[in-house]
């Protein structure tokens, strides 16, 4: 004699019905709530550090170095420019040319970095902030353009006005005394990501600047002397 169909158990039961209840699922659109807010947390951990991908992200070393040196070379090209058309003397004025093709193309190698990281060419952190804790600089306190004026080596204002309206030898001896300044500034720059950075291309290219940097600090000193 046949069985009478009896109701499939409900999942819960055996449950007290007076102290236990069902524990719902989530639905899909919370899980997917859940699933993006977890992807967004690790992209993000990854962009501002060094991402997944193996690149560079957006507070690194690396990407502070390019974006901020890229800065510093464009001054050295604009006095170098202004003194070539300042001056008859042929090694400073070879001088100049070899900083205005050797740094221009830096500033395109380091913008081709950036653009490569999948970075925007200007950041959101304070200038110089990869480089830590600075003597006289509180990246706290200063505006954007007050940490770029605290640069190392870079020229002020006034000093590029001078430089501007200098001519023959005084145009001379000013951009050789403000060049070995901004060159030793580079040069500390440039050490400073040889400290921190672990990009091999970045790393290759600071070292390259110190050893070429270094050498026309010492042919610009040399030169100074001739004009004292």
């Given at each position: ?14 449950a ?40 560079p992200?957006?507070?690194?070393a ?30 400073l ?13 830096q ?122």
């Open positions: 004699m046949a069985q009478p169909a009896t109701a499939p158990e409900a999942p819960w039961a055996g007290d019905p007076h102290t236990d209840s069902p524990k719902p699922a989530l639905g899909r659109p919370a899980l997917a709530i859940v699933a993006v807010l977890g992807l967004l947390a690790a992209a993000l951990a990854g962009f501002f550090l060094n991402r997944a991908d193996g690149h992200g957006n507070s690194s690396e990407a502070g170095f390019a974006r901020d040196m890229s800065t510093h070379h464009a001054q050295a090209v604009e006095m170098a420019f202004l003194i070539r058309d300042r001056t008859q003397d042929e090694d004025r070879r001088m100049a040319f070899d900083i205005i093709t050797s740094q221009q193309q500033i395109g190698q380091m913008s081709a970095w950036l653009t490569l990281w999948g970075l925007p060419q200007t950041g959101t952190d304070p200038a110089m902030s990869w480089m830590g804790d600075m003597p006289g600089m509180d990246h706290g306190s200063m505006s954007h353009g007050e940490a770029m004026a605290s640069m190392p080596g870079i020229a002020s204002s006034e000093d590029m006005a001078k430089l501007t309206a200098a001519k023959g030898v005084e145009a001379e001896k000013l951009f050789l005394q403000l060049m070995i300044a901004h060159h030793k500034g580079g040069v500390e720059m440039a050490k400073a990501a040889l400290d921190r950075a672990k990009e091999p291309a970045v790393r290759n290219l600071a070292q390259g600047m110190v050893n070429a940097q270094s050498a026309e600090i010492e042919t610009m000193t040399a030169m100074l002397a001739q004009r004292e």
